[in-house]
């Protein structure tokens, strides 16, 4: 058994919304992200994936929906499962934000505008000199290659802070457990045809940098590919 849950009361604050949170080791920053998403809905879900630190007790003790992987899965299978439940529990919109602070949740009503009249509203860092190069590079190229291949044009195709409306998530589906699940949500936007739109968010760097690296970009570029085979 992977998958351990301490269900909380959830009542709705705004339109049925479900904020998903992925969290790995976040004991300093998800007391705070769970905090300030309260201002918008009761219906948060935590997953803890295989913490080894104090993240679950202070999630349970936020009151919030807590899953938790008894061994790390990956982001992908994280979110995979968050998203699982808000869709069975009849979410109306669900938000994807990460655990570690990096997602300003105060843009939560941003997004929920765009999305009135759109599938999916994506987000995009306003790249600065803090953002790596080699990142920076990589990214624009994932972003090009995604353009190329499913038609969806981003500007910033790593970035997982997301909105869409719950009966969309089977069209948007991933299958992948690793970062690689950002990209491959965007090619099936493409190959679904659904709506989206873009919102700017303040890009911020911490020193224990989590994201993508450049073996996960040289990943998401080969499934990239793949994924457009498949296609066919």
């Given at each position: 058994m992977?998958?351990k849950?301490?269900?909380?009361?959830t009542e709705n604050?705004?339109?049925?919304?479900?904020?998903i949170i992925p969290?790995?080791n976040?004991e300093k920053n998800?007391?705070?992200?769970?905090?300030?998403?309260?201002?918008?809905?009761?219906?948060i879900?935590?997953v803890?994936?295989?913490s080894?630190?104090?993240?679950?007790?202070?999630?349970?003790?936020?009151?919030?929906?807590?899953?938790?992987h008894?061994?790390?899965?990956?982001?992908?299978?994280?979110?995979?499962?968050?998203?699982?439940?808000?869709?069975?529990?009849?979410a109306?919109?669900?938000?994807l934000l990460?655990g570690?602070?990096?997602?300003?949740?105060?843009?939560?009503?941003?997004?929920l505008?765009?999305l009135?009249d759109s599938d999916i509203?994506?987000s995009?860092?306003?790249?600065?000199?803090?953002?790596?190069?080699?990142?920076?590079?990589?990214?624009?190229?994932?972003?090009?290659?995604?353009?190329?291949?499913f038609n969806i044009k981003v500007k910033d195709?790593q970035?997982?802070y997301?909105?869409?409306?719950?009966?969309n998530f089977?069209?948007i589906?991933?299958r992948?457990?690793?970062?690689s699940?950002?990209s491959e949500?965007?090619?099936?936007?493409g190959?679904s045809?659904?709506?989206?739109?873009?919102?700017p968010?303040e890009t911020?760097?911490?020193?224990?940098y989590?994201?993508?690296?450049v073996l996960?970009?040289?990943?998401i570029v080969y499934?990239?590919m793949?994924?457009?085979?498949v296609k066919w």
């Amino acid at each position: 058994m992977l998958i351990k849950v301490t269900k909380k009361n959830t009542e709705n604050k705004l339109e049925n919304v479900w904020v998903i949170i992925p969290a790995h080791n976040e004991e300093k920053n998800i007391g705070n992200v769970i905090d300030k998403c309260k201002k918008y809905t009761n219906n948060i879900v935590v997953v803890d994936d295989g913490s080894l630190d104090n993240t679950s007790m202070i999630a349970e003790k936020k009151g919030v929906v807590l899953i938790k992987h008894l061994v790390n899965l990956g982001k992908g299978a994280t979110l995979k499962t968050g998203c699982f439940y808000a869709y069975r529990n009849k979410a109306n919109i669900i938000v994807l934000l990460d655990g570690d602070g990096q997602h300003n949740p105060d843009l939560i009503p941003t997004f929920l505008k765009k999305l009135k009249d759109s599938d999916i509203v994506l987000s995009y860092r306003r790249f600065n000199k803090k953002m790596p190069v080699i990142f920076r590079v990589g990214n624009n190229f994932i972003n090009f290659i995604i353009k190329l291949f499913f038609n969806i044009k981003v500007k910033d195709s790593q970035c997982g802070y997301r909105v869409f409306w719950a009966k969309n998530f089977k069209k948007i589906r991933w299958r992948a457990h690793d970062y690689s699940m950002e990209s491959e949500m965007l090619a099936n936007i493409g190959k679904s045809k659904l709506r989206y739109k873009q919102v700017p968010i303040e890009t911020l760097y911490k020193d224990d940098y989590k994201g993508t690296t450049v073996l996960d970009g040289i990943k998401i570029v080969y499934y990239i590919m793949k994924w457009w085979v498949v296609k066919w």
